[in-house]
Every structure is written in structure tokens, then in C-alpha cells.
């Protein structure tokens, strides 16, 4: 079968296709034939070696990209119930250093990190839901926020921020969104009450001048850091999603840093929440398999309101 792997860290010229044995599913592990997977800012980051050195990934030998997947079950290891051959699922590999990702003709994942596809969308909508969709339902759940709380999601028209928006305000939270200001309409659509621009020069003093005394919590999707903190009050939270990106917890704020992990239930929970229209996926562009660097290319220049998707 065909997979997309790097044997060396630097640009999207680095990237091949690989002929590799189809792998076979163990014990509690599902084989799943993979009709689409999308291409995220950690595929870059694993490609040119960034988490790496970071110590995040020993980065030896052979390395396979991708972590979401949607596609159909070929096959299941013994130990595995509640998944049969032809069921359509979405999935993710939550590790790094893996020889074969979900960028691959076949992928097999551990059952735990597999869940019903959403019965509304095609594979390529439903592949775009597992790591953005993980992350920003993991950050809400730590952040633990009551209904009629403030809530600032930063990056709120990108892939995760545009999730954490639409969560949030199923949940009743009143959101106060930043994003470029061509998206204050998308940003207001998927549910935010209030809008600030991502280039304004003091973003706290902007937030608490629409929330006095500053929001309960942040959501940071756009790694801001610091800026983001000062918006959020004394004794609030604070969801750092990237490593790296967590300020100090000044003030008595509870900065939480949101390592997403595959989890077959919060799987099926934004499934069920894609299939009542409560998510929407937001899908830009599907390349095949063979024009990874492409998509790579793409997704370095920045602006994506759609994810890039490879289609085998």
C-alpha cells in the first residue's frame, strides 16, 4: 500500500510516498481502509523537525504523518467490540513517533481512539473532526465553565478556534471572539456575541472594555500568550493549547495546558454533535495523497478558513 513518510526533517520537499506492507490489526486495534485524512499545522511541525527538537519526538528512521482519519473498517483485532468490517468511522493517532500515520491507503489505531462516523457528512467533513474537534472539546471540558460565563476564544475562525466557538455556545457560554477582520461574520455565525479584531494593539484592554473586569476564561486557538491572559480576570482560567504557549499564571489564574488525546467517546460526542448541525466542518480543499507537499505549501502560508484534506 501507499503512505506518506519522511526519512529526514526540512521542507515539503522531504515528503514521499512509500510503498509498505498493509499492516495488520492486534490485539484491541482496528484496521480502517482511509477515505480521507487532513493535513494540520503538526504535520508541518513534525515535518521540518520543530517537535523534534523540542524533545517531543525522538525523530529516527522512518516517520509516517497524519493523525485524523475517516474512512471504513476493513478488519478488527481480537478484543475489539462495538466496531464490525464496513462500519464508517473517524479515528486519530495521538503519537508522534509512529512509522505509518493516517496519510496512508490503510491505517491501524488503537479501538479506543475510533468512533462512528457522523451519518450527515462525507468522509472528507468527517475527517477534519478529531483533533481540532478533540482539542477544543477537551479545552472546555478543563476549563469547566458554567453556563452564562465569558468565554474569549482566540483564532476563533480556524480550525480549532472555529469548534471551540461552535461548542461553546451550545454549552451557553457568551464568547467574545478575535480573528482578522474579514471573519467577524464567520466568527459571529458559528456564535460569538462579541468580535476583536486580532490585530488590535492592546487585546485586554479591547476584551474588558466590552467585559468589564475581564472574561471568566480563555481559550487561546491563536498562541497569544500573554495578550491573552491580561483579558482574562483575576482568579479565571486560562486553556494554553500549544506546547510552549503557556504564560505564567499571574493574577491567580488557572493556566491549564490541553495535551489532546485520542478518546473514542468525546469521538462519538462530536459526531453526534456534527449530525444535530450544532458543528459545522469547513473543508477548503482535497488534494490526493501524492500532492501532500502542495497542501504543506498551502497551509504554511497562513489564512486557511477550510482544511486542506488528502483523499488516497
Do not use: C
Not at 478484543?79 to 513517533?97: H, S
Not at 490541553?258 to 444535530?276: K, Q, S
Amino acid at each position: 500500500m501507499r503512505a506518506l513518510v519522511i526519512d529526514s526533517f526540512g521542507g515539503p520537499e522531504v515528503l514521499r510516498i512509500a510503498e509498505v506492507p498493509r499492516p495488520e490489526p492486534g490485539p484491541g486495534r482496528v484496521l480502517i481502509r482511509v477515505e480521507a485524512a487532513t493535513v494540520h499545522p503538526v504535520d508541518l511541525a513534525t515535518r521540518s523537525g520543530v517537535l523534534a527538537e523540542a524533545g517531543l519526538m525522538a525523530g529516527h528512521g522512518r516517520t509516517g504523518l497524519g493523525w485524523d482519519v475517516a474512512g471504513v473498517v476493513e478488519s478488527t483485532g481480537p478484543e475489539v467490540t462495538g466496531l464490525r468490517p464496513g462500519d464508517r468511522v473517524i479515528g486519530m493517532n495521538d503519537r508522534l513517533d509512529v512509522e505509518l500515520g493516517t496519510q496512508a491507503e490503510y491505517v491501524a489505531l488503537d479501538a479506543h481512539a475510533v468512533a462512528p462516523a457522523p451519518a450527515t457528512t462525507d468522509a472528507v467533513a468527517a475527517a477534519t473532526l478529531p483533533l481540532a474537534g478533540l482539542t477544543a472539546l477537551q479545552a472546555l471540558d478543563a476549563l469547566a465553565l458554567p453556563a452564562g460565563r465569558t468565554l474569549l476564544v482566540t483564532g476563533a475562525a480556524g480550525a480549532v478556534g472555529g469548534y471551540a466557538v461552535q461548542l461553546a455556545a451550545a454549552r451557553g457560554l457568551r464568547i467574545v471572539a478575535t480573528a482578522r477582520p474579514g471573519d467577524e461574520a464567520l466568527v459571529r455565525r458559528l456564535g460569538a456575541q462579541h468580535f476583536v479584531p486580532a490585530d488590535a494593539p492592546r487585546l485586554g484592554e479591547a476584551v474588558r472594555a466590552l467585559v468589564p473586569g475581564g472574561v471568566a476564561a480563555a481559550l487561546d486557538g491563536a498562541v497569544l500568550g500573554p495578550a491573552a491572559l491580561d483579558a482574562v480576570r483575576s482568579g479565571g482560567a486560562f486553556a494554553a493549547l500549544v506546547a510552549g504557549g503557556a504564560p505564567y499564571p499571574l493574577r491567580g489564574i488557572r493556566v491549564l495546558p490541553v495535551w489532546v488525546r485520542a478518546d473514542a467517546a468525546g469521538l462519538a460526542r462530536l459526531a453526534a454533535l456534527t449530525d444535530a448541525g450544532t458543528l459545522t466542518p469547513r473543508v477548503e480543499r482535497t488534494l490526493p495523497l501524492a500532492e501532500a507537499a502542495e497542501a504543506h505549501r498551502a497551509l504554511e502560508k497562513g489564512g486557511r478558513r477550510g482544511r486542506l484534506v488528502l483523499v488516497p
